[in-house]
């Protein structure tokens, strides 16, 4: 890649110097000057747009000098961009990548004013010009990047798809030659006739190229392009297979010869080789007589001479070239008449009798239209006297004939034969006529036999004795008796000999033959005995018996075949042995009817048959008859072992049989054995069948199973263990329902969840099932459960009002329901009716009233009890409303109109409101008579004698009852009324009219009462007809191709209508076509001649003309005809065959012009034969078909032209081009050599056949290479040696043949020369790589070498290669075997394996990896518990991260739950006494615990190997376990105080801690607080809810159990300040560190601790008060240090960082206190601004107090932990030291968790700006806000309702919990208590800003 690099720069190089030496003339030479010497810039003629870079350190950078209007100069750089760089390297041929520019020095001579390039322009002069004044006039220096093109693509390879596609892939160019990323990929494919390019997205390395052409090589190179340009392509050989011809033969041409014989020729397909080498051609022909008798010939010629054809047949011929693909395209038919000649068939059903004494009368057909020959023109009939000889001939042109005056009772022989202008064909069979025969007297003599085959019998025998046959023998009778069975056999004959078929072998016959005239037959011969020859059996032998003598032996037995079939004497017999998989095993032959076989394998299937010998041969085989060989023990177990739990307490197992190979024997039965992790072995039990249910299990348990086979012999292996989960069962306990609560129509049922004991498995739903006891139906309802919260109210909507149900219910789990509890009745409410009355009758209808009657509404439709119904009648346009008590049941309604519809519609009502209308009901009050007539009466002329009528009734108004039919009237104009009618119907077809008449229809409507008015009359046409009389055709006048018909038009009273047109039509007698024309019809002027044109000459024609209406044509007139006058011929002379004589003469054959072209008497051929510029001109009289022309030249183009000519003149002639041709070459290429530059390519090389055998011009050569191996052939076309070949397969062996071809087909094939290939490396892996893991550290592998086509030589070995999916590659090993064994690995572990084949040339590609892992081991890590807290007082929550897949070791099948009291001393340092449960899911609620205990709780993962360790976290007690603790200096601990209602619970357990606590803590009741102090005022005891154990720390200084607690915000009184206790987590005594230079870090303890700070008003230390277990010890300390505090002011502080603060203060943390001597003294160095990241170092002077890290711009701490989080800010904690301390800050940050543990209770602080509750705290619902605002500070703020927090705007000030603002004396030094709480105090605006956050120490 170097060298390309360096080439491409001298090239640059070579460039830049070239384009110098070109200016340097411009200094010189003042006529094509280039440069002013003033500005150094070219100022003369140039080229324009051309651009150099001049003054550049490299040729790839320097000053742009551009040619415009001939000038260069320079380019403004007014807005000169990379873009514009970039372009310039671009034409200049460098890369555009990279390009930047520069300015030189001032100049004056700009050519250009600037450019605003977009970056993808190919030149300069493509950007678009800056049209603006250049400002700057500094010439513009581009550097350009040197190129740095792609390296060639990889591997290359090119797969073919069909003849046409291939596929070329390959692999990008190696990454070190990439030089950025690949743009896109060129695809060329190229051959000497096709160039296919393409351009390829850079995914893609791979790519179908289509549209080549078949057999032909192509060479495709692929290159890669990118930011620099076009890299170095790869390049690859392939040939395309041959496929089919696209293009069929040319000039074909058939030529009649004879009667029989035609000659077909033709030139090869143009392009043809470009398919494949050409084999031969079909010549397909088809005789038009019958199409079923196609011939197919072949040759490899290109002509063809076809005989025996049948004469004056159409023969239809094409021809189509193959190639190795098949055959291609056929040319166009051409269809060929051959030439009459004479009958080769008698005239058929030829009869002769009798027809008086003197006259015979003989009747026939023609010959069967395959035997005519020809035009049959007619027959000669031919008598002859048998006494006499004489013979008489007649002619006749008809098909019977009665000859007379011949002698009576004499004997003729009659026939007749057809004959055409050829000759006379052959007779009829001759018929005698003559007086009755008699039989024969006498038998046939001289029989004999032959027999050709042991089957068939050929008699033979002469006639009887001359005097003995007594007239004509016709026929001979055979009779035949088979000896061996008496069987006869008949047979007739007309004459010797027989041939008998179908006889049986060795079997001997009695023959004997009569013969017969028209009588009886005569006597039979004397017997003839045959014995038949010899034969082999056609039956097996029988009862073929085979017994299993020893596991290795067979003993056959067998009969002869039946005596029948054995066709001569059983010579011996042959015996067979076969094995399933070997076939046949061996052949013996035995003279005996048995043998024992013996060498044979045990338990194997083998098949034996045998078959009988004679003489003659050996017979069929029996059938196949099979024996195992004895069995023994299995060596495999049962495969495919499958457990179902089918049910809670069963599991059904399946199984398959071992492999076949290893069964040994009849399986007789299995062995299952049935394990449970817990108790081992539970049973053993024995089946035959290949299953088996296993019952009596435990529901939701997990069971081990395996299975062994059994034979006779004995047990085999067992196979491996299969594992399942019995399923789980219904719940076996009820839902406890506690109530019903009813509405109209739902139900709510309060009900309790089962126990959970009871549940048996996880509740899924409620299943509620309500009984309605009204109709008996039964509603079931689902309803889902939450298991955590099962016990909530269900709602059962949909019921029915004022119902009675019955309601149980069941709870479900995934497996059903459980038991329904005791049932729970009540009735729903009422409500409206949901139905109408029902059964609405209309009893009563008078013109005046109707009486309605009803039924309530259906009871299921009622709801409730029905008080009343309301009645609406309603008309079209009004509604009347009646209301009717409930118990009544009809109702007349009255004062109505008479035949008027009223509309009746009924509800009822409830107490609750009235429910809906039923359906109407309507009637009608009593009819009259109608008063109008119908309407729309309309008339339809259907036919010319039908006109069909319809109307509509009267409008409804004028109806006046119900129409029960009308009247219909006809008029005619001219006879009036015709008839009158009545129908019931609304339409009526009057027929039997006039065609073409008017008519006059009018209708009236009747009713019982009467008719009523007559509609208005309409008026109807009929239609015409068809004209009923011809017109009258004068007389027809003929030219060559028209006639004229002059005739008149019929009578005006046949016309029935209008006349249209003329129908002409003319049948054309030559053809039997038709030809019709229309003419119009002017209907005044009907008398007019009709030309018809288009006819054809001299062709008779014959015309009749009919004259139409719009109906259609009448009859047609009589008819004329005549003949169209003769006109030269419209065709060519056809079936021209040219045919090559010798080479120098051919001869010309055709035949007239066709009929239909003919259009005369043909007279004259012209023939005119033309070579260059001479033409030679022939006549020929019509009466010849045929000319030979002769003293033609070698290998020159003729063309023939021949016309027909009549007397008329000369028609157009047809040509024909002929030239000599070349023929193949009749010797083979010589000296056949090659060589293999690559184990996939073959060159081979030839020289021509020898040039006596060329026979023409070589154009080429057929090379055929056959891959031994598979069989393959290859076929490839050249035109010149030597031939590439590639993609041959490697150490394949290939048998190589050469033809050469000239124009004609290819020569003979050069002798086979083989060729071997050079080995290489295997192209495929090895096959079935299979691992085993056999122990923990060892992997056993076993592979079989790759396919025999890929191994590509002979494999010396295999490499095999070890990886782990962390490490990569951990060994690679070669070997010699199949198979290898891997050790030393780490246990339960994956690891991937993959092999290679190898051969002398190299090592082949790797297998796909196979992975495997060793045996595994139980988790080591426990699963991170990310909560572990309280969710109530007797429940715990429990979740944990789920466990990463590489820290299970193995395969994960749930998590193990453990927890036990954390007060049960005795064990808490075991693992005993805890409570364990499972699950599967990550998180776990913990139940029914202690409420006064705190809990010690861990989770384990489980593998299929054990549980793993379990994780350890402990639970303190519930939040509300909260209490307070009066804190102020020592001395008055113990003082009372005011009750701030402590509950009875808190009492009782005050109590309890005071009796665990014994005599050395006596407890003081101070009131109701319930503090616990120490009378002796030594020590603090904290009141958590247990016990603690705790002792005197002036005694021991030892602390054996303290709970973590949190102090929150005080309540200040006038006495003091009282903080929250809240209970927490349990520490461990060695948490406790005393306070020192350096805070611990934080505690082993999983749940966070949270701290609780102490403040002062002068904030001259913050203590940090670290909870654990030395929290007494804190206590004691915060007393001592507030003594101290008050001698020392000044300390040393070790900062402690924590997480979670809010700071709610509006202005700066850091605001100036009095103490700032402590910040000096705190000595922040670089280093910890440094280490805390994100926060800015105070400047220099600041005055900052207590040590605090601020950022005071924003007005906001910032959050110092290892990563910044917006919504969590860390406070700054300061714990006091002693003064001998170094001042270091010691910064304590941990990653906060990512989801949110339930925190600890604690006081909800202040919100900051942009922080909300949720953000605060996740997971935990939000505090109650109120909204008063805080003042001094930011007046947006938010305060948190919480009575425990106190703000205060001034230290005189308090606000109550009401928010109301409180006056209280205060303290003057509370600040200055360092026992209270943390506070920071701004002492200008009196704000206390309370910190809370979670410890880090």
């Known amino acids: 890649m170097s060298a390309a690099i360096r080439a491409i720069a001298m090239c640059i190089v070579v460039l830049f110097a070239c ?54 100069g320079l380019l403004c750089d007014d807005d000169w961009s990379d873009y514009d760089s970039a372009v310039v390297c671009r034409q200049l041929g460098i890369s555009a990548s990279g390009a930047n520019y520069y300015f030189g020095n001032e100049s004056k001579d700009i050519v250009l004013e600037g450019v605003n390039c977009t970056g993808s322009e190919t030149k300069l002069k493509d950007c678009p010009n800056n049209t603006a004044n250049c400002t700057n006039r500094r010439p513009v220096g581009v550097k350009c990047a040197p190129n740095s093109f792609p390296g060639a693509p990889q591997n290359i390879s090119a797969n073919v798809f069909n003849s046409t596609s291939i596929i070329i892939s390959w692999r990008p160019p190696l990454a070190e030659q990439t030089y950025g990323a690949v743009l896109q990929y060129n695809l060329s494919c190229t051959s000497p006739v096709l160039n296919s390019t393409g351009s390829i997205s ?135 008449t051959t030439l009459q000649d004479v009958p080769s068939g008698p005239p058929v059903r030829f009869k002769a009798t009798a027809n008086g004494a003197t006259s015979i009368a003989m009747e026939w057909g023609p010959p069967a239209p395959s035997k005519q020959n020809g035009i049959i023109l007619g027959y000669t009939v031919s ?156 039956s097996p032998p029988l009862n073929l018996s085979l017994v299993a003598s020893t596991s290795t032996s067979v003993t056959l037995s067998w009969a002869p075949p039946p005596t029948q079939y054995q066709n001569g004497v059983i010579m011996g017999y042959t015996l067979q042995i076969f094995n399933s998989q070997q076939g046949l095993l061996r052949e013996t032959n035995t003279s005996s009817n048995g043998s024992t076989e013996d060498s044979l394998r045990p338990y194997t299937t083998y098949l034996f048959r045998v078959a009988a010998m004679t003489v003659a041969g050996r017979g069929p085989y029996s059938g196949n008859v099979t024996i195992i060989t004895q069995p023994s023990a299995p060596t495999s177990s049962p495969l495919n072992l499958s457990p179902v739990a089918s049910t809670s307490t069963s599991v059904t197992l399946s199984w398959a049989p071992p492999p076949t190979q290893f069964q040994n024997g009849v399986i007789m039965g299995y062995t299952l054995q049935v394990f ?58 009820a839902p406890n329902v506690v109530s019903l609560k009813f509405s109209p129509r739902s139900i709510q049922l309060n ?180 008063t109008s007539p119908p309407l729309n009466l309309s008339p339809v002329a259907s036919t010319s004698t039908n006109i069909t009528l319809s109307w509509a009734p009267p409008p409804t108004q004028y109806q006046n009852g119900v129409i029960m039919g009308y009247t219909l009237q006809v008029f005619n104009t001219q006879q009036g009324l015709l008839r009158e009618t009545n129908t019931s119907s609304n339409g009526s077809t009057v027929d039997s009219l006039r065609p073409y008449t008017t008519y006059l229809f009018r209708v009236a409507a009747m009713t019982v009462a009467g008719r009523g008015p007559y509609s208005g009359n309409v008026t109807v046409l009929t239609k015409e007809d068809v004209p009923s009389c011809a017109p009258n055709v004068v007389s027809l006048k003929f030219s060559p191709r028209s006639v ?99 080479p120098y003469s051919v001869t010309l054959q055709w035949d007239p012009p066709t009929p239909d072209k003919q259009n005369g008497v043909i007279v004259s051929y012209v023939i005119n034969v033309m070579t260059g510029d001479q033409v030679q001109r022939m006549v020929v009289q019509s009466n010849d078909s045929q000319q030979t022309i002769s003293n033609l030249t070698l290998y020159t183009t003729y063309t023939f032209s021949i016309s027909a000519s009549t007397r008329i003149g000369q028609g157009p002639s047809i040509s024909y081009v002929v030239t000599t041709s070349e023929t193949s070459p009749t010797g083979p290429p010589l000296n056949i050599s090659y060589s293999t530059p690559n184990p996939s390519t073959l060159i081979l090389n030839w020289s021509p056949p020898d040039p006596s055998y060329r026979n023409g011009v070589v154009r080429g050569y057929l090379v055929v290479i056959s891959e031994m191996e598979t069989s393959r052939p290859l076929y490839f076309n050249t035109s010149t040696p030597p031939l590439s070949i590639p993609s041959l397969h490697p150490f394949y062996t290939y048998n190589c043949s050469v033809s050469a071809y000239t124009v004609g087909l290819p020569g003979p094939y050069s002798s086979s020369y083989l060729v071997r290939m050079p080995q290489s490396a295997p192209t495929s892996p090895p096959l079935y790589l299979s691992p085993v893991a056999s122990t923990s550290t060892n992997i056993t592998l076993s592979w079989a070498p790759p396919p025999t086509q890929y191994q590509n030589g002979v494999i010396m070995g295999y490499t095999l290669q070890v990886f782990n999916s962390q490490q990569g590659l951990l060994r690679e090993t070669n070997t010699s075997s199949n198979g290898s064994t891997v050790d030393s690995l780490n246990p339960d572990t994956t690891y991937l394996f993959k092999v290679a084949a190898m051969t002398v040339v ?83 609620t913990i139940s029914f615990l202690d409420p006064t205990s705190a809990y010690m709780v861990g989770v384990a993962a489980a593998t299929q190997a054990g549980i793993g360790v379990y994780s350890q976290s402990t639970v303190g007690l519930y939040e509300n376990s909260l209490f307070q603790v009066y804190m102020q200096a020592p001395g008055v601990v113990c003082k009372e105080w005011m009750s701030y209602g402590v509950t009875d619970k808190t009492k009782d357990i005050v109590s309890q801690i005071s009796s665990n606590l014994g005599s050395s803590f006596p407890i003081t009741y101070i009131g109701d607080v319930g503090l616990l102090c120490d009378k002796q005022q030594l020590n603090w005891v904290v009141l958590t809810g247990r016990a603690v154990g705790t002792r005197n720390l002036n005694s021991s200084g030892m602390v054996h159990q303290l709970q973590e607690w949190v102090l929150t915000s005080p309540k200040v009184t006038s006495q003091g300040v009282m903080l929250q206790v809240l209970a927490s987590c349990p520490l461990s005594l060695t948490q406790l560190r005393s306070p020192s230079c350096t805070v611990p870090m934080g505690t082993t303890s999983s749940t966070t601790p949270v701290i609780s700070t102490v403040s002062s008003t002068e904030l001259t230390s913050v203590v940090s008060v670290s909870v654990g277990i030395g929290g007494v010890l804190l206590v004691l300390v915060l007393v001592v240090m507030a003594i101290i505090l008050y001698v020392r002011r000044k300390t040393r502080a070790t900062f402690i960082i924590s997480r979670d603060m809010t700071l709610t203060s509006a202005h700066n943390v850091c605001h100036e206190m009095d103490t700032a001597a402590v910040a000096k003294e705190t000595n922040l160095d ?67 968790p990512r989801t949110a543990p339930l925190p600890p209770p604690r006081l909800v602080p202040l919100l900051p700006t942009a922080t909300t509750s949720e953000q605060l705290y996740p997971s935990v619902s939000s505090p109650n806000l109120a909204s008063e605002t805080v003042s001094g500070g930011d007046n947006s703020q938010p305060r948190c309702s919480t009575p425990s927090l106190a703000v205060y705007t001034d230290l005189s000030t308090q606000m109550d919990q009401s928010g109301q603002k409180t006056s209280k004396s205060l303290p003057t030094d509370l600040c200055t208590v360092t026992a209270g709480p943390s506070l920071l105090c701004n002492s200008t605006e009196d704000i206390y800003i309370e910190m809370i956050g979670e410890s880090a120490a």
């Open 676 to 733: 449970n992790t817990q108790q081992g072995l539970l049973r053993e039990t024995n089946t035959s069948s290949n299953g088996s249910t296993v019952d009596s299990l435990r529901p939701y348990t997990t069971y081990l199973f395996r299975v062994a086979a059994m034979t006779v012999v004995e047990r085999g292996p067992y196979s491996g263990n299969v594992t399942v989960l019995t399923k789980e069962d219904v719940p076996s306990c």
């Open 19 to 72: 384009r110098r030496a070109t200016a340097e003339p411009c200094n010189t030479n003042e006529a094509s000057q280039l440069r002013d010497e003033s500005t150094n810039s070219c100022n003369s003629t140039c080229t324009n747009d051309d651009i150099i870079l001049e003054g550049g350190s490299v040729p790839t950078e320097g000053i742009v000098l551009v040619c415009v209007d001939g000038r260069s």
């Open 383 to 538: 008598i002859t006297a048998v006494m006499t000889g004489q013979i008489q001939r007649l002619n006749t042109t008809n098909t019977s004939i009665i000859v007379g005056l011949l002698t009576p009772y004499s004997d003729y022989y009659c026939s007749v034969a057809a004959k055409t202008p050829i000759g006379s064909g052959p007779e009829a069979i001759p018929l005698p006529v003559r007086t009755m025969e008699g039989a024969p007297t006498g038998p046939p003599l001289n029989i004999s036999h032959s027999t050709p085959n042991p089957s068939t019998l050929i008699l033979n025998w002469s006639p009887p004795d001359p005097s003995y046959r007594n007239g004509v023998v016709r026929g001979y009778l055979v009779v035949i008796s088979e000896m061996e069975t008496s069987r006869p056999l008949y047979f007739n004959t007309s004459t010797p000999p027989l041939s008998i078929p179908s006889l049986h072998p060795f079997y001997t016959y009695n023959c004997s033959v009569s013969a017969y005239t028209v009588g009886l037959p005569g006597p039979y011969s004397p017997p003839y005995l045959v014995r038949m020859p010899q034969s082999a059996p056609t």
């Open 751 to 930: 009900l309790n969840a089962p126990l959970f004991n009871c549940w048996n498995g996880l509740l899924t739903q409620y299943l509620v099932q309500i009984t309605e006891n009204n109709t008996g139906n039964i509603l079931t309802k689902n309803f889902s459960i939450d298991p955590l919260r099962p016990n909530l109210p269900l709602n059962v909507t949909s019921l029915h009002p004022y119902y009675t149900y019955e309601c149980v219910v069941a709870v479900a789990t995934v497996v059903g329901p459980g038991p329904f509890s005791v049932a729970m009745s009540g009735r729903t409410n009422e409500d409206v009716p949901d139905g109408p009355p029902v059964n609405i009758t209309i009893t009563k209808v008078t013109p005046y009233s109707v009486t309605l009657q009803w039924d309530p509404p259906t009871p299921d439709k009622q709801n409730g009890v029905i008080v009343s119904y309301v009645i609406n009648v309603m008309t079209s346009d009004q509604v009347q409303r009646m209301v009717v008590q409930s118990n009544a049941s009809q109702q007349t309604i009255s004062n109505l109109t008479p035949y008027t519809t009223y509309t009746f519609r009924i509800s009822a009502s409830t107490r609750i409101g009235q429910g809906p209308f039923s359906a109407a009901v309507a009637t009608r009050t009593s009819e009259t008579g109608p």
């Open 1402 to 1484: 190299g090592r082949g590609p790797y297998s796909d990896n196979v992975y495997v892992a060793t045996r595994q081991f139980v988790p080591v890590i426990p699963p991170n518990v990310s909560t572990a807290v309280r969710l109530n007082a007797e429940a715990i929550l429990l979740s944990w991260e789920p466990m990463a897949t590489d820290t299970t070791q193995g395969a994960f099948i749930g998590y193990s739950v453990r927890y036990r009291p954390f007060t049960d001393v005795a064990k808490r340092d075991t693992n005993q006494g805890y409570t364990i449960t499972s699950t599967k899911e990550t998180q776990i």
């Open 1726 to 1792: 670089e280093s910890i601004y440094a280490s805390i990241g994100d926060l800015h170092k105070p400047a220099e002077g600041s005055n900052l107090s207590g040590g605090a890290l601020c950022e005071t711009a924003p007005r906001r701490a910032r959050a110092l932990s290892n990563q910044y989080f917006d919504a969590s800010i860390t406070p700054l904690l300061c714990l006091n030291m002693p003064s001998d301390c170094n001042g270091t800050l010691t910064v304590v940050s941990e990653e906060p």
């Open 1044 to 1142: 004229q018909l002059n005739l008149n038009a019929p009578l005006f009273n046949c016309w029935n209508g209008l006349l249209t047109q003329y129908l002409v039509r003319i049948t054309e007698n030559n053809t039997g076509s038709i030809l019709t024309k229309n003419f119009s019809i002017d209907p005044l002027h009907p008398n007019l001649p009709l030309n018809v044109t288009s006819l054809h000459p001299y062709y008779t024609y014959e015309c009749v003309v009919a004259v139409a209406t719009v109906v259609g044509p009448g009859p047609f007139s009589v008819a004329m005809s005549g003949r169209t006058n003769e006109d030269v011929p419209d065709g060519p002379p056809v079936n021209i065959t040219i045919i090559e004589i010798t």
């Open 202 to 336: 850079p995914n893609t390395t791979s790519q179908q190229v289509v549209g080549l052409f078949p057999y032909s090589m192509y060479t495709c190179c692929v290159c890669a392009l990118n930011s620099y340009g076009w890299g170095t392509y790869a390049c690859i050989q392939v040939t395309t297979p041959p496929s089919v011809l696209t293009q069929n033969p040319t000039n074909f041409s058939v030529s009649v010869v004879n009667s029989t014989c035609i000659v077909l020729k033709w030139s090869p397909p143009v392009l043809s080789w470009y398919n494949g080498p050409l084999l031969n051609y079909s010549i397909e022909i088809i005789p038009q007589m019958d199409t079923t008798q196609r011939s197919l010939i072949s040759t490899v010629q290109t002509f063809l001479i076809v005989s025996s054809l049948h004469p004056f047949y159409n023969y239809t011929c094409t021809v189509m070239a193959y190639t190795a693909a098949g055959k291609g395209p056929s040319t166009l038919p051409i269809t060929v």
